[in-house]
C-alpha cells in the first residue's frame, strides 16, 4: 500500500493558479486508481478529479475546464493544475489512492494529511 504526502497548497487571488503535488511512497502507475478530493469547513469532502491507469480522466463539474490531473513518467507524483481559482475553491485538498481491480472503485482507502488552498476574492 502506498502512502501520500501532498503539498503546494497555499493563498492565492481569485483567478489565480496553483499546482498540487502528491508524493507517493512507492510506484503507483498502472496499479492504482488515484484522485484528488477537497473538504471545505462544513461541507462533506468531494472528488474533484479521478485518474485511472489506462489514463482516463474525470472532473467534478465544478472544477472541469480549470483543474487538470496528471502524474509524472515515473508514477510515484501526482499533479493537480488548478486555473482561474475562485473563492468556492478554499478547501482542504487530499490526494487519494485505490488499488485497481480491473476496474476503479468509486471510493478510495488511502489518503494523504492534505494541503490547504485558500483562495480570496
Known amino acids: 500500500e502506498v502512502q501520500l504526502v501532498e503539498s503546494g497548497g497555499g493563498s492565492v487571488q481569485a483567478g489565480g493558479s496553483l499546482r498540487l503535488s502528491c508524493r507517493a511512497s512507492?510506484?503507483?502507475?498502472?496499479?492504482?486508481?488515484m484522485a484528488w478530493s477537497r473538504q471545505a469547513p462544513g461541507k462533506e469532502r468531494e472528488v474533484v478529479a479521478r485518474l485511472e491507469p489506462i489514463g482516463r480522466t474525470t472532473y467534478a463539474d465544478s472544477v472541469k475546464d480549470r483543474f487538470t490531473i496528471s502524474k509524472d513518467n515515473t508514477g510515484t507524483t501526482l499533479y493537480l493544475q488548478m486555473n482561474n481559482l475562485k473563492p468556492e475553491d478554499t478547501a482542504m485538498y487530499y490526494c487519494?489512492?485505490?488499488?485497481?481491480?480491473?476496474?476503479?472503485?468509486?471510493?478510495?482507502?488511502?489518503w494523504g494529511p492534505g494541503t490547504q488552498v485558500t483562495v480570496s476574492s
Open positions: 487519494a489512492a485505490q488499488e485497481y481491480l480491473g476496474y476503479c472503485p468509486r471510493t478510495y482507502n488511502t
Open positions: 512507492g510506484y503507483f502507475g498502472n496499479r492504482y486508481c
